[in-house]
């Protein structure tokens, strides 16, 4: 059975810094590519970034350019989002998505087959 | 920039009625790179279709997907009490800015 569990969520401070992970089982994960994506309080969903199953390809929403990173730990199965200069309107719950593609493209995908349970950020001072 | 613009915002249906969701893309879509999901409050997205028309796994066969270039379509042909949720359109075509369409609320009465 795949699982995707999130982590790191949490208060964080207006121009602080968050690392969100997310931990996958039930699949070969260095042969998917990952996915985070929020929805804000009241507002629907929103793609965030994108990452290849090799890390070679990242993407990000124009929102958290400059200041987001996905990166991947292939040998623990584990996908991250270093959050840094925090904003008020990055409050939101985090999700994390493996890709349905399984393929022998190392893009990035967004469209995900699977997700994990969110993980809440609260930006506030 | 390719923007996805869903219609109605709102639906209120009756069950076993038949839902009829739009999606319609700002420039040509790829229809191998649209999706849609269905999202309930307090879980995370649930894949309905990918490839615009192909069913994700263990997605009941009353709701169906088609459509290409700009215009995209998610039929539910006979609507159940589960169904009521929000649903999105996503494009992930080429490396422009990915979204997700604003989405479509169906409330069933």
């Known amino acids: 059975e795949v699982h995707l569990l999130e982590s790191g969520g949490g208060l964080g401070q207006p121009g602080g810094s968050l690392r969100l992970s997310c931990v996958v089982s039930?699949?070969?994960?260095?042969?998917?590519?990952m996915t985070w994506v929020r929805q804000a309080p009241g507002q629907g969903l929103e793609w965030v970034s994108s990452?290849?199953?090799?890390?070679?390809?990242?993407y990000y929403a124009d929102s958290v350019k400059g200041r987001f990173t996905i990166s991947r730990d292939n040998s623990k199965n584990t996908v991250y989002l270093q959050m840094n200069s925090l904003r008020a309107e990055d409050t939101a719950i985090y999700y994390c998505g493996k890709a349905w593609y399984n393929g022998s493209r190392d893009e990035c995908f967004a469209t995900s087959d699977y997700w994990g349970q969110g993980t809440v950020v609260t930006v506030s001072s | 920039e390719i923007v996805l613009t869903q219609s109605p915002a709102t639906l209120c249906l009756s069950p076993g009625e038949r839902a009829t969701l739009s999606c319609r893309a700002s420039e040509t879509v790829n229809s191998m790179y649209l999706s849609w999901y269905q999202h309930k409050p307090g879980q995370p997205p649930r894949l309905l279709m990918y490839?615009?028309?192909t069913r994700a796994a263990g997605v009941p066969a009353r709701f169906s997907g088609g459509g290409s270039g700009t215009d995209f379509t998610l039929t539910i042909s006979s609507l159940q009490p589960e169904d009521s949720a929000v649903y999105y359109c996503q494009q992930d075509y080429k490396l422009t800015l990915w979204r997700f369409g604003q989405g479509t609320r169906v409330d069933i009465k």
């Open positions: 039930g699949v070969t994960f260095s042969t998917y590519a």
């Open positions: 990452i290849s199953r090799s890390g070679a390809c990242t």
């Open positions: 490839r615009a028309s």
